[in-house]
């Protein structure tokens, strides 16, 4: 195998050290550490009308972020990622705007086709470090894109801390709902956890702990028909989904909490997948079951799904890229 960066025939596909899928904290981080170790690495971010692979990653619709380490006066998500970019780039990260539409990890080098999957592919690839992120599960209401960041969240973690003292709803009934209406009492004074059925589908210990909570209240076969609020969130407007009675309930903040949705649907038959749709990766490790492939952030984080864990794993996978690539002599 060659260790040229490029490839040498016109036309033909460029064989590089490390090619990056996606642009997050954890693919710009594995940038930033791939750059310095003088592995000349490929990021392909996404594209910004892609609601799968949004360049930047969640983080470019979040407003304030107040919990990432070094800004202790909060910063906007879209500039914290403008930062990561900057940083990779500053260090030779090729940044590359667009869609991966299709990978061969049958064989190495890997293959990697960027635009038409028809043909030659873009990119041959010593490693490939996968960080095409998850997407919060949402309710397909128009109102939620106008007011994400205004008191609409999929996050009480992320933004829990700015409804202190304020009246706020948590949509869902499972383990994640309760989770996240137990953490957001700890902030708001009432929490009201909005559920289509007559019983949740969390674990019987959840339940119980969210039942003996007396900050949270259940209001039962009930669904959320519209936000309301043109700059922030003022009300919800619900279903009784046995009488068809539609009411308007004032809340300062919602929270979405029905699930997310790993990017993966590149990979499936070529990496291994949990049940729930994640790509699996060997205990305190980035190594997935194709040997020189790796994966970082919440593509493989169904637990902790944070920017910071995120960077962190990011940092794992270049380190791991590296170490694998100079026992193949890279």
Not at 93 to 108: G, L, M, P, Q, Y
């Amino acid at each position: 195998m060659t260790n040229d960066s490029t490839s040498t025939s016109p036309g033909s596909p460029e064989l590089r050290k490390v090619v990056i899928i996606g642009s997050g904290p954890a693919g710009l981080t594995a940038a930033i550490y791939c750059s310095r170790a003088n592995l000349s690495p490929v990021l392909i971010e996404g594209e910004p009308s892609s609601t799968s692979d949004q360049p930047g990653g969640q983080l470019m619709l979040t407003t304030e972020v107040e919990n990432y380490p070094g800004f202790p006066d909060g910063i906007m998500g879209p500039e914290l990622m403008a930062g990561f970019r900057k940083q990779a780039q500053r260090f030779g990260t090729e940044i590359i705007t667009a869609k991966v539409s299709r990978v061969d990890f049958s064989e190495r080098p890997f293959k990697v086709w960027v635009g038409p999957s028809e043909g030659d592919p873009t990119y041959l690839a010593e490693s490939v470090i996968v960080s095409t992120g998850a997407q919060a599960l949402m309710l397909g209401l128009d109102s939620e894109q106008r007011l994400l960041g205004h008191g609409f969240s999929t996050c009480a973690t992320c933004d829990g801390f700015f409804f202190r003292g304020q009246d706020v709803a948590v949509v869902g009934g499972g383990d994640s709902a309760l989770e996240e209406a137990m953490f957001l009492s700890r902030f708001a004074s009432s929490v009201t956890v909005i559920h289509r059925r007559d019983e949740l589908r969390a674990s019987k210990i959840m339940q119980d702990r969210a039942l003996a909570n007396e900050k949270l209240t259940f209001l039962w076969n009930t669904v959320v028909e519209d936000i309301l609020g043109e700059s922030s969130v003022e009300a919800l407007r619900v279903r009784d989904v046995n009488t068809d009675e539609v009411r308007d309930l004032p809340f300062a903040g919602v929270f979405v909490a029905i699930g997310h949705r790993p990017n993966t649907d590149l990979f499936k038959g070529q990496l291994d997948l949990k049940d729930n749709g994640y790509l699996v990766t060997q205990p305190s490790s980035s190594r997935t079951n194709v040997e020189g492939v790796f994966a970082a952030g919440d593509v493989q984080d169904d637990w902790y799904r944070q920017a910071i864990t995120a960077a962190g794993s990011g940092c794992m996978a270049a380190i791991d890229a590296e170490r694998w690539l100079e026992t193949q002599g890279g």
